[in-house]
């Protein structure tokens, strides 16, 4: 392991001493927090990079996504085991009752901050610099992702704004998604993520199974076309799209909530 670890260090520093740009530098380093995982750096030096009012390579975007991932993921796996707790309100006194509220407060203040920060960036920097239809179905449908997230963790009428900006975003990925061939890995996300929206969010079951089904057997009939490079990460997707009908299905049958939470794809 640490031979292994040595030679990707040295790979970093010889290619470090050839590099002069910002954009550059800041990417070699986002790189490096990502292997030191050290992810809120990470969010800072892609932050950097995405200030720049330029398109993201494929390199950069996946940067971004897993640095913005890692930060928000932590925290919505920490309220959820919160709030499942402030639930148990029988078995809990009220002072540890109201220490579990304030508690959950605390990470979701923590999570709107970041989502916040993340969505103005798309906003503001990253979806206007989009070229290609491949980037903004990429940039739209993280933008539609982190108003999920928000979304997850508020109530009633608090819930509505980013409900309606996840869905907004959502569609208007699903333009441009619509002239990427429908075996492509970001396309199928999207589909995966929307219908995840609309079982979660919008509590629209049938939509959800509608979408996913759709977007699920229109891949399988152009299976041929699918190149060597997208294989692994286009049959994964769709995989996942395939474990949710199933769960979904089954759940539409009267089996209830079975307590796994639906699968969402992970970006590269």
């Given at each position: ?95 540890q009752l109201d220490a579990l509220v304030a508690y959950k407060n605390e990470i979701e203040k923590e999570l709107t901050e970041v989502c916040t920060e993340i969505t103005d960036l798309l906003d503001k920097h990253l979806i206007p610099a989009c070229v290609s239809d491949e980037a ?133």
């Amino acid at each position: 392991w640490e031979k292994k670890n040595l030679k990707k260090n040295k790979f970093f520093i010889n290619k470090i001493i050839k590099m002069s740009s910002p954009r550059e530098l800041a990417v070699f380093m986002a790189r490096v927090a990502e292997q030191s995982e050290r992810y809120n750096d990470m969010v800072n030096y892609m932050k950097q990079v995405a200030c720049m009012n330029v398109e993201l390579t494929v390199e950069e975007r996946n940067l971004l996504s897993v640095a913005y991932k890692n930060v928000v993921g932590t925290r919505r796996a920490s309220w959820r085991v919160v709030h499942a707790l402030t639930q148990n309100s029988n078995q809990n006194s009220k002072e540890q009752l109201d220490a579990l509220v304030a508690y959950k407060n605390e990470i979701e203040k923590e999570l709107t901050e970041v989502c916040t920060e993340i969505t103005d960036l798309l906003d503001k920097h990253l979806i206007p610099a989009c070229v290609s239809d491949e980037a903004h179905v990429f940039h739209l449908k993280l933008l539609g992702d982190y108003h999920r997230y928000l979304a997850e963790f508020r109530f009633q009428e608090s819930k509505e704004e980013p409900a309606k900006n996840a869905r907004a975003a959502y569609e208007n990925a699903q333009k441009y998604a619509a002239k990427l061939p429908s075996t492509h890995p970001i396309r199928l996300g999207l589909a995966l993520n929307f219908s995840v929206f609309y079982y979660e969010i919008q509590n629209d079951k049938n939509e959800a199974i509608a979408m996913a089904t759709s977007a699920f057997d229109s891949a399988i009939e152009d299976l041929d076309t699918l190149t060597e490079e997208s294989y692994k990460d286009s049959t994964l997707i769709m995989q996942l799209l395939k474990d949710n009908l199933s769960l979904w299905r089954n759940n539409n049958m009267g089996d209830g909530d079975n307590g796994d939470e639906d699968l969402e794809i992970q970006d590269p």
